[in-house]
């Protein structure tokens, strides 16, 4: 798992709280979340489950796959119940103890930026683009903490 040693931090079972923007994709407000990291295919890729509860119904449930790339940086393939589904992976990279990825779709860009608290909790923040990446507009933040170890 040498390639994926950025994402070890994050292996595990997260609980977390999180605030949502109002977009064209709805009203903003509160929403809790959970999520699973874990490692698969031998170490050579890592798996991260999400799903998140607003006004006490189902949100937002997302699958993700991170994978190395020759180039020694990561890509992330994203698939959720909005149906933003990957016409191609993410590129991204560790920064520092960051994981910082952009996705591009013909609906715009979106930026994750993981990034870790400590050894048992991070944040991650969702920015949005129409605009090719000139201007960036909030669309989530998270803050999540660890309630087990990746088994």
């Known amino acids: 798992m040498d390639a ?4 070890g931090p994050f292996l595990g079972t997260w609980e977390g709280e999180e605030e949502i923007m109002p977009s064209k994709w709805g009203p903003g407000g509160p929403a809790h979340a959970q999520a699973v990291w874990r490692a698969d295919l031998g170490g050579k890729a890592v798996i991260h489950e999400y799903r998140a509860v607003r006004d006490g119904a189902p949100w937002l449930q997302a699958h993700a796959l991170f994978t190395p790339q020759a180039n020694g940086g990561l890509a992330l393939h994203w698939f959720d119940s909005l149906g933003f589904v990957p016409e191609q992976a993410a590129l991204g990279s560790a920064e520092g103890a960051q994981l910082l990825f952009v996705r591009r779709s013909p609906r715009g860009m979106s930026r994750h930026v ?17 605009d090719a990446g000139a201007s960036w507009t909030p669309i989530m933040r998270g803050r999540y903490t660890r309630t087990a170890a990746e088994d």
């Open 114 to 130: 993981w990034a870790p608290l400590g050894a048992d909790a991070y944040t991650l923040a969702l920015d949005t683009s129409f």
């Open 4 to 7: 994926l040693a950025p994402l």
